[in-house]
């Protein structure tokens, strides 16, 4: 079945770096589109950034400048980094699968806390 695994959240301070990654299985991962969400508490969840199957990139404008989305078919992996990061970033961060093989279903992983605050 469809796996998603988020990992790399964390506690950091205002101007730190994490890297978050997403493990998919299941799926034929390289032909779908990848997308990470946030969802701050009380807010509804948004999308950060897309990665789609033709190498194509799209980013929320909170996030330009400061988040890449990059994949590794041959890992089956979809990565997030993020660097300057902002206590406005706290939030809990999602990875999404969605198209290709998988058709008109999208699916989510269970998502992974990051916290920015001195």
């Known amino acids: 079945q469809v796996q998603l695994v988020e990992s790399g959240g964390g506690l950091v301070q205002p101007g730190d770096s994490l890297r978050l990654s997403c493990v998919a299985s299941g799926f034929h991962f390289s032909s779908s589109t990848m997308t990470w969400f946030r969802q701050a508490p009380g807010k509804e969840r948004r999308v950060v950034a897309t990665?789609?199957?033709?190498?194509?990139?799209v980013y929320a404008d909170s996030v330009k400048g400061r988040f890449t989305i990059s994949r590794d078919n041959d890992k089956n992996t979809v990565y997030l980094q993020m660097s300057n990061l902002k206590p406005e970033d706290t939030a809990i961060y999602y990875c999404?699968?969605?198209?290709?093989?998988?058709?008109?279903?999208?699916?989510w992983g269970q998502g992974t806390q990051v916290t920015v605050s001195s």
């Open positions: 990665s789609t199957s033709g190498g194509r990139t």
């Open positions: 999404n699968a969605a198209g290709g093989s998988l058709g008109g279903n999208a699916y």
